[in-house]
């Protein structure tokens, strides 16, 4: 099984900052990896796919990076409402998540 | 608008079984790869299995392959998951997703709201 690896676990931030999250694979998922949002209480929404492709109606604030086994989801310019917990998934081996990055605004 | 409704979930003992349900409206479900993907209370987001557009393939988390299975009903737009042998690590908040291909690589695009299953003794 391809394991998914986060980090930081958890950061704090300022509104306006840009904020780096990383996703580590254990070994090549190409550029299948995708990203999602989830907030408490709420499903997971899907924000990023191929690792950089923005999906619909996502804020051009959120983009990604990466390929193979290193991977980054980056917001520009954090918002209050990007409070929420992240999490990476590969998709070349059947699937599995990252552990999460829980991040505060 | 994509919306995928869960039901079915419940508290259930140990060794007991279950069925899930999903149903879909929205989309050309008929057409789509679906699948189950599930939440530990507190915990992250796991897998646990995938079915193609005619049920002809399906995928599962080796932790319930054997113990679940996936299905769907076309025509009625619905997506199944049947748990037997369930053990208290089963108890999750369950979601239905659906899945959209890109390129070689697949995303759950799509999310229902959840179903909980809570299995204790």
């Known amino acids: 099984d391809i394991q998914m690896t986060q980090s930081p676990s958890s950061l704090s931030a300022s509104a306006g900052d840009r904020v780096t999250i990383s996703c580590r694979a254990s070994?090549?998922?190409?550029?299948?990896l995708n990203w999602y949002q989830q907030k408490p209480g709420k499903a997971p929404k899907f924000l990023i796919y191929a690792a950089s492709s923005l999906q619909s109606g996502v804020p051009s604030r959120f983009s990604g990076s990466g390929s193979g086994t290193e991977f980054t989801l980056t917001i520009s310019s954090v918002q209050p409402e990007d409070s929420a917990t992240y999490y990476c998934?590969?998709?070349?081996?059947?699937?599995?998540f990252g552990q999460g990055t829980r991040l505060e605004i | 608008e994509v919306q995928l409704v869960e039901s079915g979930g419940a508290f259930v003992q140990p060794g007991g079984s279950l069925r899930l349900s999903c149903a879909a409206s929205?989309?050309?479900?008929?057409?789509?790869?679906m699948a189950w993907v599930r939440q530990a209370p507190g915990k992250g987001l796991e897998w646990v299995a995938s079915?193609?557009?005619?049920?002809?393939?399906?995928?599962?988390l080796d932790f319930v392959k054997g113990r679940s299975i996936v299905s769907r009903d076309n025509a009625k737009r619905s997506l199944y998951l049947q748990m037997n042998n369930l053990r208290a690590e089963d108890s999750a908040v369950y979601y239905c997703a659906k899945i959209t291909l890109f390129g070689g690589g697949w995303s759950f695009d799509s999310w229902g709201h959840g179903t909980l299953v809570t299995v204790s003794s």
């Open positions: 929205g989309f050309t479900f008929g057409t789509s790869w």
């Open positions: 998934q590969q998709s070349y081996d059947r699937a599995t």
């Open positions: 070994r090549s998922v190409s550029s299948f």
């Open positions: 079915i193609k557009q005619d049920g002809t393939d399906k995928y599962y």
